[in-house]
């Protein structure tokens, strides 16, 4: 089970509560990724491995756009 200190928001949540954003959690062979919004709801296991390279791409794509 995951712990609520372990979830960490987005840095892109924005302004006001920041709360329309996902949050995610380590567990080192995984992260889980949850609906800030809807915290109690199902959460999105990813690989480590899939989530960096998901995360690289989002860099790349924000580095190089169109």
């Given at each position: 089970?995951?712990?609520?200190?372990?979830?960490?928001?987005?840095?892109?949540?924005?302004?006001?509560?920041?709360?329309?954003c996902?949050?995610?959690?380590?567990?080192?062979?995984h992260?889980?990724?949850?609906?800030t919004?809807?915290?109690?709801?199902?959460?999105?296991?990813i690989?480590?491995?899939?989530?960096?390279?998901?995360?690289?791409?989002?860099?790349?794509?924000?580095?190089?756009?169109?």
């Open positions: 089970m995951i712990t609520p200190d372990n979830w960490r928001k987005s840095s892109y949540s924005g302004g006001g509560e920041g709360n329309a996902v949050e995610i959690a380590d567990r080192r062979t992260i889980a990724v949850r609906d919004k809807a915290p109690t709801r199902t959460t999105l296991s690989t480590t491995a899939a989530f960096a390279a998901f995360v690289n791409a989002l860099k790349t794509a924000e580095d190089h756009p169109g």
